[in-house]
């Protein structure tokens, strides 16, 4: 069993590298960074709990690549590019296999997001895992949640809900004949969406300089739009003003295992208010979507209109922007906002 020290040299030290010469990762008591020219620091935490922020026995490699996705994401979603990370790690037992496992899994989401890992802490514990990332963002360019206007476009991107069912999957909370109307590449999709979360750092950085508001999705479509809402009617309030929203379920970007759930199900909490997909929220001006849109898919990036910020207070759920009628008790089944 490695000691505390050996450990770190011999599992984090090397993700350590690719630092410029006068900068200092893993070993001191802190890590010494340049900040480029004419940026600003964007700095996110979030932490994951066993039993709490996933089921006791997930993969160490998956907790690992999704502690660091989480926090790549919330940069995502500032329109920030990744800089280094930090990991303070809380293990009960000093664990080889264990160990090797998550050393994987942070090693391969570090050199795909091109991220030094540059200190952390390492304690004994209950199995906790914080990861704090460090992004830049060109000097007054960060994306806010504030921005949203009347009449700009609420897109999303990716596809939305699978995480949620991929839990579900995780947990066996699915009866016989909901898995049945999966097959084996739909759970596998679902429980990758799950544990091995893509953050949208590209896209947010398209973004940073074409929406008018971001937030990543960790809570649900509902819960963290709502969030964009707050954010934003602070900002018109003292003139008077407020906003709200319409979203399109009909719109919604699904994956093959969703509109199979769905179809199957024929309830839409999922893509509306699951958890954990880790795609990106926007608002855009009406003017710039078409262009935005165009943008994104030479990038690679898929991006769907769910929705339109309006000027009445509150969130409806119509079925399409055509719809006189509101669903409203899917309001009423989500988060209590509604
Ligand atoms: P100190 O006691 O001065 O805080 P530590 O013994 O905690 O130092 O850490 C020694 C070095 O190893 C530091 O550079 C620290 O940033 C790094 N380190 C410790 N734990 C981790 C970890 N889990 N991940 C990455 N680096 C770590
Ligand atoms: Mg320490």
Redesign the pocket.
């Known amino acids: 069993m490695p000691q505390?020290?050996t450990l770190?040299d011999q599992y984090?030290?090397p993700?350590?590298k690719g630092l410029l010469p006068n900068e200092l990762?893993?070993?001191?008591?802190?890590?010494v960074m340049t900040p480029p020219d004419n940026h600003q620091l964007v700095v996110v935490t979030d932490t994951l709990v066993a039993g709490v922020h996933f089921p006791l026995d997930t993969a160490p490699a998956d907790i690992a690549w999704k502690a660091v996705a989480v926090n790549l994401s919330d940069l995502a979603a500032m329109g920030a590019k990744p800089g280094f990370i930090?990991?303070?790690?809380t293990l009960p037992e000093n664990e080889q296999a264990w160990l090797n496992g998550f050393a994987k899994g942070l090693t391969d989401i570090c050199h795909h997001y091109q991220v030094p890992?540059?200190?952390?802490?390492?304690t004994k514990g209950p199995l906790t895992i914080t990861v704090t990332a460090h992004g830049w963002v060109e000097r007054g360019g960060a994306l806010y949640r504030s921005g949203a206007q009347v009449g700009d476009i609420i897109a999303v991107s990716g596809v939305i809900g699978d995480a949620g069912l991929g839990l579900k999957f995780a947990l066996n909370t699915l009866t016989k004949s909901q898995q049945a109307c999966l097959n084996s590449e739909d759970i596998q999709f679902c429980l990758d969406a799950l544990n091995r979360p893509n953050p949208q750092l590209g896209l947010g950085r398209l973004l940073q300089s074409h929406a008018t508001s971001a937030i990543d999705i960790s809570d649900g479509l509902l819960a963290d739009f709502t969030h964009i809402l707050e954010q934003s009617i602070k900002h018109l309030e003292r003139q008077g003003l407020t906003l709200g929203a319409e979203i399109y379920l009909e719109s919604l970007p699904l994956s093959p295992a969703m509109q199979k759930w769905i179809q199957h199900t024929n309830e839409w909490t999922l893509p509306l208010s699951a958890g954990d997909d880790y795609q990106l929220c926007f608002t855009v001006r009406p003017e710039h979507w078409i262009n935005l849109h165009k943008l994104a898919k030479a990038q690679g990036f898929k991006i769907t209109q769910v929705g339109r910020i309006t000027g009445q207070a509150g969130v409806v759920v119509k079925a399409n922007a055509d719809s006189e009628d509101v669903i409203t008790n899917l309001l009423t089944s989500g988060y209590q906002h509604f």
């Open positions: 505390e020290f770190i984090f030290l993700l350590s990762g893993i070993g001191d008591d802190g890590a930090s990991l303070a790690l890992l540059i200190g952390g802490d390492t």
